[in-house]
Structures are given as structure tokens and as C-alpha cells.
């Protein structure tokens, strides 16, 4: 049974930068993709990224605008979000969660595991 666990959110300014991990306790490596979403108070949980554990193929939402870097440690059964230039319409809870298979790998509905979330708040 795969878990997963983000960490890294927190309060930050607008422009700065934050980094996103998703630790797996289980096998994430028998999973095809590890993605993030997230969810603003109000609004339906949104795709940001996505990146296939395989071979490290790497897919983005509208929001990630060239800001935002998805990466895998296969060693530590860890994927990472960077996010830069934040905005305050970043600020949100995001999640981390996995998959089998690489179809619909942008829809919520899809994925069979997901973490907690951790909260990111971008200040101005």
C-alpha cells in the first residue's frame, strides 16, 4: 500500500519560492505517475503537474506558466515541486497524489492514492 506525504508549504511572499516534497512509504515505483494538484478555498482542485516515474516525462497545467518544475528522486521515492515567482493565486493546498497508468493523468478522479496536502500561502 502505497502512502504518500507532502511537506514544504508555508507562508511566503509574492515573488519568492517554495519547494514541494511528496515522500512515498510504500512502492511508488510499481505507479506510473506522481502528480500535483491543488485546491484553493472556493475553487475545484485544479492539475499542476505531472511526471511519469518511469522516465521522468513531465507535464504541466495552465498554471505552472514556466514557473513551476516537477522532478522525481527514484532513490528516495520522492517527487519535488518547485515553484517560483510565486503569485497570490498560488496560494492553496496542495496535494500530492499517484497513479497507475498515464491516461487521464490531469483528471482528480483518476489518481488512487493521495497525500494530506500541505498549505501554501503567498503574501503581498
Known amino acids: 500500500q502505497v502512502q504518500l506525504v507532502e511537506s514544504g508549504g508555508g507562508l511566503v511572499q509574492a515573488g519568492g519560492s517554495l519547494k514541494l516534497s511528496c515522500t512515498s512509504s510504500?512502492?511508488?515505483?510499481?505507479?506510473?505517475?506522481m502528480s500535483w494538484f491543488r485546491q484553493a478555498p472556493g475553487k475545484e482542485r485544479e492539475f499542476v503537474a505531472a511526471?511519469?516515474?518511469?522516465?521522468?516525462?513531465?507535464y504541466y497545467g495552465d498554471s505552472a506558466n514556466g514557473r513551476l518544475t516537477i522532478s522525481r528522486d527514484s532513490a528516495k521515492n520522492t517527487g519535488n515541486l518547485q515553484m517560483n515567482s510565486l503569485k497570490l493565486e498560488d496560494t492553496a493546498v496542495y496535494y500530492c497524489?499517484?497513479?497507475?497508468?498515464?491516461?487521464?493523468?490531469?483528471?482528480?478522479?483518476?489518481?488512487?492514492?493521495w497525500g494530506q496536502g500541505t498549505t501554501v500561502t503567498v503574501s503581498s
Open positions: 510504500g512502492r511508488i515505483f510499481n505507479m506510473d505517475v
Open positions: 497524489a499517484a497513479k497507475y497508468g498515464s491516461r487521464l493523468l490531469r483528471v482528480a478522479s483518476a489518481y488512487d492514492v
Open positions: 511526471i511519469t516515474w518511469s522516465d521522468g516525462g513531465t
